[in-house]
């Protein structure tokens, strides 16, 4: 067993199933959540927790180790620990991916409007419900397509309708952004693989030709939700202070009917809602 994996058993071992609203359907031979639980709740499956906790997967991904982290209720410490283990060491010259425990409680806390955060590079790693189903799941998607840069400059954004000056603005100050945090971590590899794939698109090599600095504060757009209809939303950023990571905090735009749309969806989730309805 590797170290990873001796650390993942001791932490699984810790916890209280009932504590966690685990039932007991039958006697459990050892105290502790069971494999089957950790990888319910960390949505990850029962096969590559085995494998985390043999020493055969010891590269798991950053945004893997922060769900293992909630499911197993580490402290900030302990998840920084996780994180090292995995190979995802702190390091002032690399973007830093690791979400404290603080600001996933301030997610929670957010539940009435669409939450996300975002590392420096954009890369989306953690999100609310109502996020998921206001934008889309992100689920969806494979972890390194997560990323708002690709998402905005190769289209993908379906849901998302812009004005041009909405849309120009937006890129912007996205772009401007960005080679703020090439200034930053100028020896992340993922950053310059980021900046490689971009600059082979026209409108983004444009902008950052300009060379433009830059911090992305706000957005205006409109989802165009396939079962409530149009959603008119402003998003402000909110840097965390200490550990470069943006929390996207969506809201209703002023005298529109986005709040109640929001609310539908708080209750549907990413259900779909019948033609009655």
């Given at each position: 067993?590797?170290?990873?994996?001796?650390?993942?058993?001791?932490?699984?071992?810790?916890?209280?199933?009932?504590?966690?609203?685990?039932?007991?359907?039958?006697?459990?031979?050892?105290?502790?959540?069971?494999?089957?639980?950790?990888?319910?709740?960390?949505?990850?499956?029962?096969?590559?927790?085995?494998?985390?906790?043999?020493g055969k997967a010891t590269t798991p991904s950053a945004q893997v180790c922060a769900a293992l982290g909630r499911a197993l209720q580490?402290?900030?410490?302990?998840?920084?620990?996780?994180?090292?283990?995995?190979?995802?060491?702190?390091?002032?010259?690399?973007?830093?991916?690791?979400?404290?425990?603080?600001?996933h409680r301030i997610v929670d806390q957010l539940k009435d409007n669409p939450v996300a955060v975002y590392d420096a590079t954009w890369?989306?790693?953690?999100?609310?419900?109502?996020?998921?189903?206001?934008?889309?799941?992100?689920?969806?998607?494979?972890?390194?397509?997560?990323?708002?840069?690709?998402?905005?400059?190769?289209?993908?954004?379906?849901?998302?309708?812009?004005?041009?000056?909405?849309?120009?603005?937006?890129?912007?100050?996205?772009?401007?952004?960005?080679?703020?945090?090439?200034?930053?971590?100028?020896?992340?590899?993922?950053?310059?693989?980021?900046?490689?794939r971009l600059v082979r698109i026209d409108r983004f090599r444009r902008l950052w030709d300009l060379r433009a600095v830059a911090e992305?504060?706000?957005?205006?757009?409109?989802?165009?939700?396939?079962?409530?209809?149009?959603?008119?939303?402003?998003?402000?950023?909110?840097?965390?202070?200490?550990?470069?990571?943006?929390?996207?905090?969506?809201?209703?735009?002023?005298?529109?009917?986005?709040?109640?749309?929001?609310?539908?969806?708080?209750?549907?989730?990413?259900?779909?809602?019948?033609?009655?309805?």
């Amino acid at each position: 067993m590797s170290q990873l994996g001796a650390a993942l058993r001791a932490w699984r071992d810790r916890l209280d199933p009932a504590a966690l609203g685990l039932a007991h359907h039958s006697p459990r031979r050892v105290a502790g959540l069971r494999r089957s639980e950790l990888a319910m709740l960390a949505g990850i499956s029962v096969e590559y927790v085995v494998r985390l906790e043999q020493g055969k997967a010891t590269t798991p991904s950053a945004q893997v180790c922060a769900a293992l982290g909630r499911a197993l209720q580490l402290s900030d410490d302990e998840q920084a620990h996780l994180m090292r283990l995995a190979g995802h060491a702190a390091d002032p010259g690399r973007v830093p991916r690791l979400i404290p425990g603080s600001l996933h409680r301030i997610v929670d806390q957010l539940k009435d409007n669409p939450v996300a955060v975002y590392d420096a590079t954009w890369q989306l790693l953690h999100w609310n419900r109502l996020f998921a189903a206001t934008f889309g799941d992100p689920t969806r998607q494979p972890e390194a397509e997560r990323s708002a840069l690709i998402g905005q400059f190769e289209g993908r954004f379906s849901w998302i309708r812009q004005t041009a000056a909405e849309r120009a603005e937006f890129e912007n100050s996205l772009v401007a952004d960005l080679r703020a945090t090439t200034g930053r971590y100028p020896n992340d590899p993922g950053l310059a693989a980021l900046v490689a794939r971009l600059v082979r698109i026209d409108r983004f090599r444009r902008l950052w030709d300009l060379r433009a600095v830059a911090e992305h504060e706000t957005a205006s757009k409109t989802v165009e939700h396939p079962e409530v209809g149009d959603i008119p939303i402003d998003s402000n950023v909110l840097t965390t202070q200490g550990t470069d990571l943006r929390m996207v905090v969506s809201t209703a735009r002023p005298g529109t009917d986005a709040r109640g749309k929001l609310d539908l969806l708080a209750t549907i989730g990413l259900q779909k809602m019948s033609p009655a309805s």
